[in-house]
């Protein structure tokens, strides 16, 4: 999960919007898509199925990230970006911060490709019944959009970290175990997996796709292991007295840790939004409780004696 008032994503052009949620294209998925065209230029007799194909992979895994973005927002979080890139789809969302809204907002997602699958499997059976020798391309195209929409469905649903498998899992222990322990053993348990599954494809079978996956993974596991030591760190800190979250009431920590727009990591509470290093301003942050987005709590100003000039 990432904020998604971020700003556009490197490496990315905005393709269109729907619904308020911008799309993003990175430009390593136009390449990747050159290079499996024409790795599978002799599945069909024109060229023109194989981009057919791709494109088709490209609104699934779009319709994918949609899934997040509207579950996201059905229960009253923010999401307003998906970006597209070689390793699949990334929704920059941010639920509420409740174990159930985390669940939602991403099982959504493999839900699109389970409701998928009867859809595809009728149209593959009906084009094979209708006209079995009309069009052999179509009959092929759409029977492997189908097997690729499944293959993604299990691949997501796998309980490791960051896959909504392994957020799944990470929702459904927050409910017994917290969220910051829940993180932990997803995430541990992510990394883990990722890291044993990427040595086996790369020495065992030699593919180095999937052991780009598995790395990415480990990493997002890794980084997620840090977010959960982090947040457990805050949540033991001392409060500062006089500065509450508007929405949540919550006392915030000592100790938070912001990027300023140079860089620069600071404490927003402590400075009150402006980086000690660079005087840049960082005007609002977010509450590590309830996960909303308000303007940098300041200090009210210190009564100034009143002045009694000499008659």
């Not at 998906?82 to 159930?100: D, S």
Request: aromatic letters at 10%; one cysteine or more; charged letters at 15%.
């Amino acid at each position: 999960m990432t904020d998604p008032a971020a700003s556009r994503p490197s490496g990315a052009a905005r393709l269109f919007s729907v619904a308020g949620i911008d799309v993003y294209g990175h430009w390593t998925w136009l390449l990747v898509a050159v290079i499996v065209v024409q790795i599978r230029a002799d599945a069909y007799s024109s060229i023109v199925w194989n981009v057919v194909e791709y494109l088709s992979i490209f609104v699934i895994v779009l319709l994918h990230e949609f899934g997040h973005a509207f579950a996201t927002r059905s229960v009253g979080g923010t999401a307003n970006k998906i970006m597209l890139w070689p390793l699949g789809g990334v929704a920059y969302v941010r639920p509420p911060a409740r174990p159930g809204a985390l669940l939602w907002s991403i099982f959504a997602g493999p839900l699109v490709n389970l409701l998928l699958v009867p859809v595809l499997l009728g149209a593959a059976i009906g084009f094979a019944a209708i006209a079995p020798d009309a069009s052999p391309d179509l009959q092929h195209a759409v029977a492997a959009i189908l097997v690729i929409n499944v293959l993604l469905l299990v691949f997501n649903l796998l309980p490791i970290y960051p896959l909504d498998g392994g957020q799944i899992l990470h929702a459904l222990l927050w409910f017994v175990i917290g969220r910051e322990r829940g993180l932990t053993v997803a995430a541990g348990l992510g990394l883990v997996a990722s890291v044993t599954g990427g040595l086996a494809a790369v020495i065992l079978l030699q593919d180095f796709w999937i052991g780009a996956i598995a790395a990415y993974a480990a990493w997002r596991s890794f980084v997620g292991l840090a977010v959960a030591k982090n947040r457990s760190k805050l949540l033991a800190a001392p409060r500062y007295p006089d500065r509450s979250c508007p929405h949540c009431g919550e006392l915030a920590p000592q100790g938070l840790k912001v990027l300023c727009p140079r860089r620069h990591v600071f404490d927003p509470v402590e400075f009150e939004g402006r980086c000690p290093q660079c005087d840049s301003v960082v005007d609002e942050v977010i509450c590590m409780f309830c996960t909303e987005r308000s303007p940098v709590i300041r200090a009210a100003p210190e009564p100034q004696p009143e002045s009694n000039p000499e008659s």
